[in-house]
């Protein structure tokens, strides 16, 4: 069993504001985050694939399935774009980055088996600034 | 004479549109730069000074000095913000990084000769992401 | 449940002789590490907290909070000092990285459970250059 | 117990073809790597050794020594190489980055623990540019 | 005036070997990049323009026609080859790095100017390793 | 005409503080550089030399002849030492960075030209961290 992970980049915007709080509350747990107009970052993906690795190709899953794979589900719904507005999912969820790895997550999984079969998703890791990193793992 | 340069960071989100194009022009000229509701980056700045070194401190200039001028002129402007809705300078201007790499330029010479007299700002580096890099430099 | 690793930098000396040893031994085990009067290092110390996301604020935990305690906790007392000569919890104790990674986690953990509730402590890495990290992980 | 990772570098070239797929097979899975003269990537090796914390010297490993034992099992063989024409493990595999960190964990599992006793291997990654990287993890 | 960087990667494969030498010469000179099967390395290309700003567009080039240049006269002969095989510049010139960069340059100099107008090729830079940088200046 | 930029990396530590200033002045100028038992950082110094490239080898300088150089005249004399009692350039001389850079350039050129011919020493750069960059060039 070998893990092979596979680093993806974004870029988008979002504001952090959650509507079960008030606006002294918001602002005090999101600090700038909460500035009205929002902001933005380049964020980095990885996602993390553990599985056998093949006899004859030498692979644990081919690369070029994998990337066409992950910019269907998920970069081409969130590069260059502001995830409040223009992803469904953050209609009534605050899109920090916590919440952005549990949906980016979520959405890898939808088809994966049938299309990596023994192929598992390990790890999804989403990094917001160098200081600022996420990650969701199966263990 | 030697050079100091500083780095500084900040994350905004921006939208590129020139009220001067077509729809049509600004999608093929922007690409999905132009998407209606933004999108955002994690920008590195670089400020270099010249200057001589002073015999007794050893400095070109004080570092402490310089991060709250660039704090004060530049920073507490751009982070954490929508440039087009938060920062004045683009209310005519779009805000595509070489035209941000002019205006933070222009917000540093502002008060810089009554601040760190005999050294010069000889350049200003903006970099997007890490495949964009924007440079004014003096020579 | 998530993690959210958040990085911090501090810059610090450190001779490497232990008391216990000839000074031949120190030379060889130590090799430059080894020199009378020490040397020093950018230090990056990254700490991973593990917990379910709030439903509300969509954080695992608050990230202003985080970073007080870890100012207070660590970053203050190891932050442009001599380990051998500033930091208490190295008189009788080398200070390795293997060490010092051993006292950053054992001063994150003394009020972790009163200041995180139910968010758990759950990786402590210390990279002493580009070449060396060191880890404590719960597992 | 604590985790000491160190981390090495070593260029090298490649070719990824299969002897047991066609000529289209190759090309459809193995993209411009399947280019017939092969191509190079700087490759990055991080071993990471457990271990407790030894109480005179304040180490889990000798670093000189660790770095001897890895460049003797693996650098000096691979780096500057053809990895198909150099390097007899790949006689009859497919030098994919899989198979590598399969090689490179096999040929430093061979004397690992008559030279380092109670310290084990943990985990031995290899990246091959920065958006693949491949790990294999005792777990 | 402003410069804009863009900057690209390349995987490709060389042997360093002067047909105007003696073997030992040879060996002396280029160390382990004389190994006659030759290695590999990742490549950064970064390419300079200076020119000044599009009162309309904010920008110095269009983005997308730049990287469609770079892909055309540059990239696409390079990324995953081998350079003494597979790119006729190199039939009688040993692919150093310093070499390459002139290649490069010559490369993309031939239609810059009907291309890119009053822009003008500033600076082009090609990074072997983190070690080393070559650089092709105007000034 | 070429530049070829080469990097190297040392660890050192220093202490900021000028005799010629009072300890309050001290502390405001130096503020935590000025702590009484110093601190460290993991310099990285850059050497580009400009020269045409020699037509036979394809070099503008041999890699290790510019490393052996660049070891004996600098490296050694500063890594893993403390700047303030190890080197003797700072016995009356602060060790900012500044000052650093101004003293390494010195100890490159002592020998540059009976060593290098036609090859310049074109600038030198040390970066303390990532935020700080100190360049002396010819120009």
Same mark, same amino acid.
């Given at each position: 069993?070998?893990?092979?992970? =596979? ?6 915007? %979002? ?10 509350? +918001?602002?005090?747990?999101? /600090?700038?985050? #909460? +500035?009205?107009? *929002? %902001? &933005? %970052? #380049? ?7 553990? *599985? !056998?690795? +093949?006899? @004859?190709? /030498?692979?644990?899953? /081919?690369? /070029? ?5 992950? @910019?269907? @589900?998920?970069? =081409?719904?969130?590069? %260059?774009? $502001?995830? +409040?507005? $223009?992803? !469904? ?5 605050? !899109?920090?980055?916590? #919440?952005?790895?549990?949906?980016? @997550? ?10 990596? &079969? ?12 160098? =200081?600022?990193?996420?990650?969701? =793992?199966?263990?």
């Amino acid at each position: 069993m070998t893990r092979l992970t =596979r680093r993806y980049k974004f870029s988008a915007s %979002h504001r952090l504001h959650s509507a079960a709080m008030s606006d002294e509350e +918001n602002s005090e747990l999101y /600090g700038k985050c #909460n +500035n009205p107009f *929002g %902001h &933005g %970052h #380049n964020y980095v993906l990885e996602v993390t694939v553990r *599985g !056998p690795v +093949n006899a @004859e190709s /030498g692979r644990v899953v /081919g690369i /070029g399935k994998l990337d066409a794979y992950v @910019e269907r @589900e998920v970069i =081409r719904h969130f590069d %260059h774009k $502001d995830m +409040n507005r $223009d992803v !469904p999912d953050f209609v009534d969820l605050v !899109p920090t980055t916590e #919440n952005l790895s549990v949906i980016v @997550e979520k959405r890898l999984r939808r088809d994966w088996s049938s299309s990596f &079969g023994t192929a598992s998703l390990d790890a999804v890791r989403v990094q917001e600034t160098k =200081r600022n990193l996420f990650e969701l =793992r199966d263990l």
